[in-house]
């Protein structure tokens, strides 16, 4: 399950199958920042039907596809974030547009000129919000149990979202997290 000192950025938050909570039922959360004062993500498995070209014109073309927008979080919903997942053999600290987040994922300057990131990204990513949590309001509820805390792959930042990340992140940890991916959630309907 993992514990609060297992959080860092580049980990992921994977909403366990009975958190209930509208915002972040069947959740991936990719951490970006994370220190004492609190902790900030974007849910990489809630696309939207806006397109990145309408909100930010510049980058739409560099969005991996769907190239819409994501719900990143029911946090300051009219701020957009970036990440990108760079190209191997790619750093980040190559660019005075992009801050690392780990290994090859970094965060993205949207006020910056995307050209500059043009053929240096294996994909990226566009979210509308993000999720937060304050001072130790994290740590309460992963001791509750309402997330697990994995290592994040560069390619969960940029995974189709047809391909229900949610089970694919807990199938990989192996047994017996893996059986939580079959987990209907509320088990009255088991």
């Not at 609190?38 to 309408?54: A, C, F, M, Y």
């Amino acid at each position: 399950m993992g514990s609060d000192a297992d959080v860092k950025p580049g980990t992921l938050l994977v909403a366990a199958p009975t958190l209930q909570d509208d915002n972040f039922s069947r959740a991936v959360v990719f951490v970006i920042h994370h220190h004492d004062e609190g902790t900030l993500g974007v849910v990489l498995n809630r696309p939207s039907e806006i397109p990145v070209h309408d909100v930010l014109p510049k980058w739409g073309e560099l969005a991996s596809e769907p190239q819409s927008l994501f719900v990143g979080g029911p946090v300051e919903q009219r701020t957009a974030i970036c990440l990108a997942a760079l190209r191997t053999g790619v750093d980040a600290g190559e660019f005075s547009n992009i801050v690392g987040v780990n290994g090859p994922v970094g965060l993205v300057d949207l006020d910056s000129d995307p050209d500059e990131l043009a053929g240096q990204a294996r994909g990226m990513r566009f979210f509308a919000g993000y999720a937060g949590w304050g001072k130790q309001q994290l740590t309460g509820e992963i001791d509750r149990g309402d997330w697990h805390v994995f290592p994040a792959l560069p390619e969960d930042v940029i995974a189709p979202p047809d391909e229900n990340l949610w089970a694919r992140v807990l199938r990989r940890q192996g047994p017996p997290l893996a059986f939580l991916a079959t987990h209907p959630g509320d088990v009255q309907l088991n």
